[in-house]
């Protein structure tokens, strides 16, 4: 008993129940029918016959292979060649220009499902065309869409017909890691330095610092003879440069990494079916677009293998809009195996293709020994020439008779700029697990963040305690791009676009405890380059290109929690809302040349509670020593001399700044609150455009086709056409429908007429009873009574006179009515033959 086949998403096949369905509509005239999908010509019956008579060929010289998958019937149950189902394409997204994202594009946009029987090829190998509009296929439709668009692109891309793993058949990724997992870490908002990982980014920045504000002894890494080491190994003695030490930190193991490692090998070890699931995947060749090296892309999931590295079983075939391959290395295991298809001892074809193939005549292999020492290759040689001639005309003649295979029977396979945009059919939304992660997938403009991509990874295998949590955005008018969280660490890590509010580049805050804020250097004037907190102990801020050379400022604060000390060294934005009290100002500057170093300042400390200011200055070119210069602010300015006021205008700048960037952190942070609250998603500008355009056609057609129904609506004949043929009408059908119309017009006017007289005849008998009452009651002399029949008989008398004037009206209009209706019926065209 065979149980139905289900993908790791819960899909099972319906390809018969989708092919039936169109069926139905294409007999019902519901879809369009091209020709070229519901009937074959000369050629492609020509192609099929050859075809057929290899496939016998083949099968009595090899009757232990499987049967070769050349033909299958589309959607509208026609038998096609399999290589004219691939129709290479060439769309005008930037994107399917490239292997990975096309590749991606066709994972993502189609929804997969397994095919009914794993042992056996698909019966039914529908059109690209149908498979993305049904946004659903098996591994053949994936693989044959991709090929196509790889074709189209300009690669040497094929469709291979082999075996594959369980996994790889269900498209389970649940044991095999993430392959976004190094990428997303690599990933740096706009600027310089792209493909580097913000935290590397961040350590340079604060090593290339560290360098400018100190001066610290090189490490000479490990001393150790190679000599020695080479001559104790019993090698030979060391020649060269001594290699630096490299150093390789152990990578960090969490409890359950060693659980389940083998699970593939476990799962492949325990299906009885190993070996033998069927699967079509894509193999690109080296050599065209810059591809160096043999590629398997499996299409379902977009993962790309070099070929020596890839997890497939065994390959039986190969084919694309060119030729049909049939592999004859299915003894050699797959690592093993040469993609030459030039080489007939290796692959069988099926076509000629003189472009692709060369005409290589085959023979048997000897060595040249062989050749030369055997008495038989004289007469060999003699016949040869004597029969040169006669096969040179026959093959002239079988040059000119020699079949190519048929084009492709498939429309081009186009996608709408919507359906491009939405890329996840049909919400634009998908997600995929991984081995301690899972990815989760959004169009552009589809989620109410702006959020295109967020992925999760996690500590264990169930996915149940979250490691890492990495969130991508597009179009936020915060200019939001990236965010990394980790709950463990309670450590959130922002990176924003250029362009937002005060330069801001990276935000990395540990919840309670740190905060760093990196910034666009070149678009701020003070020439912050990241602010560094120590939250409730310390801030540094570190410049660059400033005038004044300063590249360095710390301050070391602690919190004022009773709130008694009344100094004016205070800083606010301490924990719950207490003030801060600077203990210690720290400045570094950088060289100036123009300065004698005795006089430049390197650095500057205040040491606010005791009173006092050190100010060091640049050591001088050939010295090993520096000024240094103690000021302590309780002396009196006389012991001093000048310079003290201008250490207290210094300390007072350098307070002022910090105080200043201080409330500038605050406001940023209350910022990116409020924006968080209140997210906004920018449309882009080309899509706003592309969209009115689309919904002024939309009205253009919505227009056209209510005026279309209006008009059908108001044909004053329609009623009289039902059963009867405008354009072939005879005579006696004219004159019936000449005789309807105008007798249904007759009795469209009595009935006007009888409906004005009938409310003529009403009005005329309410005036006589009201006439008839007030005789009766007019002995009473009551002249309210007779003011009320006065305006009663005035009001009715008016009506009467309406209605009698309607009906004058009514019947002068009705002879016309009918006269006109008389004429228009001698004058409509589909009413000629009474003429």
């Given amino acids: 008993m065979s149980f139905p086949q289900i993908s790791a998403q819960g899909n099972k096949s319906t390809k018969t129940q989708r092919t039936k369905t169109l069926l139905k509509n294409a007999k019902e005239g519901l879809i369009p029918t091209p020709d070229a999908y519901v009937s074959n010509n000369h050629k492609e019956?020509?192609?099929?016959?050859?075809?057929?008579?290899?496939?016998?060929?083949?099968?009595?010289?090899?009757?232990?292979?499987?049967?070769?998958?050349?033909?299958?019937k589309n959607e509208f149950g026609v038998e096609k060649f399999v290589c004219t189902s691939v129709r290479p394409t060439q769309l005008q997204y930037r994107e399917m220009y490239n292997v990975s994202k096309c590749a991606s594009f066709v994972a993502h946009y189609l929804d997969y499902e397994p095919l009914s029987n794993p042992k056996s090829p698909p019966s039914t190998l529908p059109s690209s065309t149908q498979v993305l509009d049904w946004c659903v296929g098996d591994s053949f439709d994936f693989a044959t869409v991709l090929c196509s668009?790889?074709?189209?692109?300009?690669y040497d891309a094929y469709v291979v017909q082999g075996y594959a793993p369980k996994y790889i058949c269900e498209r389970d990724q649940s044991e095999t890691a993430c392959p976004f997992l190094g990428e997303d870490e690599g990933v740096a908002v706009g600027g310089e330095g792209e493909g580097e990982s913000e935290e590397s980014k961040v350590g340079d920045e604060k090593k290339d610092d560290d360098e400018a504000e100190s001066y610290t002894v090189k490490e000479h890494g490990s001393i150790e003879s190679q000599f020695i080491k080479q001559n104790e190994g019993g090698g030979e003695a060391f020649d060269g440069p001594i290699p630096k030490p490299?150093?390789?930190?152990?990578?960090?193991?969490?409890?359950?990494?060693?659980?389940?490692?083998?699970?593939?090998?476990?799962?492949?070890?325990?299906?009885?079916?190993?070996?033998?699931?069927?699967?079509?995947?894509?193999?690109?060749?080296?050599?065209?677009?810059?591809?160096?090296?043999?590629?398997?892309?499996?299409?379902?999931?977009?993962?790309?293998?070099?070929?020596?590295?890839?997890?497939?079983?065994?390959?039986?075939?190969i084919w694309n809009a060119k030729n049909y391959w049939?592999?004859?290395q299915y003894e050699q295991e797959l690592i093993s195996h040469s993609y030459d298809f030039a080489n007939p001892d290796l692959w069988e074809f099926i076509f000629i293709d003189s472009g692709v193939i060369p005409l290589v005549e085959k023979k048997v292999e000897r060595s040249i020994m062989e050749m030369v020492n055997d008495p038989s290759m004289e007469d060999q040689e003699e016949g040869d020439e004597q029969e040169g001639e006669g096969k040179e005309e026959e093959e002239e003649e079988g040059e000119v008779n020699i079949l190519d295979i048929p084009e492709s029977w498939v429309d081009k396979l186009g996608i709408k700029r919507s359906n491009y945009n939405l890329a996840y059919p049909p919400f634009g939304h998908r997600t995929v697990l991984y081995k301690k992660a899972k990815l989760e997938l959004f169009a552009v403009n589809t989620h109410d963040q702006g959020m295109v991509k967020r992925l999760t990874v996690y500590k264990d295998l169930a996915r149940t305690?979250?490691?890492?949590?990495?969130?991508?955005?597009?179009?936020?008018?915060?200019?939001?791009?990236?965010?990394?969280?980790?709950?463990?660490?309670?450590k959130v890590h922002e990176s924003f676009g250029p362009g937002r509010l005060l330069s801001l580049k990276h935000l990395i805050e540990w919840t309670g405890k740190r905060r760093e804020m990196h910034f666009y250097v070149n678009a701020r004037l003070d020439g912050l380059k990241c602010r560094e907190e120590d939250v409730g102990k310390k801030i540094i801020e570190r410049f660059e290109g400033r005038g004044d050379n300063l590249v360095y400022r710390s301050i070391k604060v602690k919190e004022n929690l009773d709130g008694t000390n009344k100094s004016t060294f205070l800083l606010q934005g301490g924990m719950q809302n207490n003030d801060l009290l600077v203990l210690k100002m720290t400045e570094k500057y950088e060289r100036n040349v123009v300065k004698n170093a005795k006089e430049d300042i390197a650095k500057r400390t205040f040491y606010v509670s005791e009173n006092k200011v050190r100010t060091h200055y640049h050591y001088a070119d050939s010295c090993i020593t520096r000024s240094t210069l103690l000021h302590d602010k309780e002396r009196s300015a006389e012991d001093v001399g000048e310079s003290l006021m201008e250490v207290i205008n210094a300390e007072k700048d350098c307070l002022s700044d910090a105080r200043y960037s201080q409330n500038e952190t605050a406001d940023l942070l209350t910022t990116r609150k409020h924006e968080e609250e209140e997210i906004i998603v920018d449309q882009p500008v080309f899509e706003t455009a592309s969209g009115k355009k689309e919904e002024e056609k939309e009205e253009e057609k919505s227009e056209e086709m209510e005026s279309e129904k209006d008009r059908r609506q108001l044909d004053y004949l329609t009623p009289f056409l039902q059963n009867i043929d405008p354009k072939s009408m005879s005579r006696e059908d004219a004159q019936k429908v000449r005789e309807a119309c105008m007798k249904a017009l007759k009795d469209r006017l009595l009935e006007r007429a009888n409906i004005i007289?009938?409310?003529?005849?009403?009005?005329?008998?309410?005036?006589?009873?009201?006439?008839?009452?007030?005789?009766?009651n007019q002995r009473e002399n009551d002249p309210d009574t007779e003011e009320e029949f006065e305006r009663q008989c005035s009001e009715a008398m008016f009506r009467i006179q309406i209605l009698e004037q309607r009906l004058v009206q009514h019947e002068e209009n009705a002879l016309k009515k009918f006269k006109d209706m008389d004429q228009k019926l001698l004058a409509d065209p589909r009413m000629s033959v009474l003429r």
């Avoid at 019956?45 to 050349?70: A, G």
């Avoid at 668009?149 to 300009?154: M, V």
């Avoid at 690109?284 to 070929?307: C, H, N, S």
């Fill in 246 to 317: 490299k150093f390789k930190p152990e990578p960090i193991k969490w409890d359950s990494d060693d659980e389940n490692e083998n699970g593939l090998e476990q799962a492949a070890a325990k299906d009885p079916l190993h070996g033998k699931r069927v699967h079509a995947w894509v193999l690109v060749r080296g050599g065209k677009r810059d591809v160096e090296e043999m590629l398997f892309v499996e299409p379902t999931t977009a993962r790309v293998y070099p070929v020596s590295e890839s997890p497939y079983l065994g390959v039986e075939s």
């Fill in 149 to 154: 668009y790889l074709l189209g692109a300009g």
């Fill in 326 to 328: 049939v592999n004859m």
């Fill in 45 to 72: 019956n020509l192609c099929l016959e050859y075809v057929k008579t290899f496939e016998e060929n083949f099968t009595r010289l090899f009757p232990e292979r499987v049967s070769r998958y050349l033909t299958s």
């Fill in 757 to 776: 007289q009938n409310r003529l005849n009403e009005e005329n008998s309410a005036l006589a009873k009201h006439q008839a009452s007030f005789q009766r």
């Fill in 465 to 490: 305690i979250v490691k890492e949590c990495r969130e991508t955005f597009v179009n936020r008018r915060d200019r939001l791009a990236r965010r990394v969280r980790c709950p463990l660490e309670r």
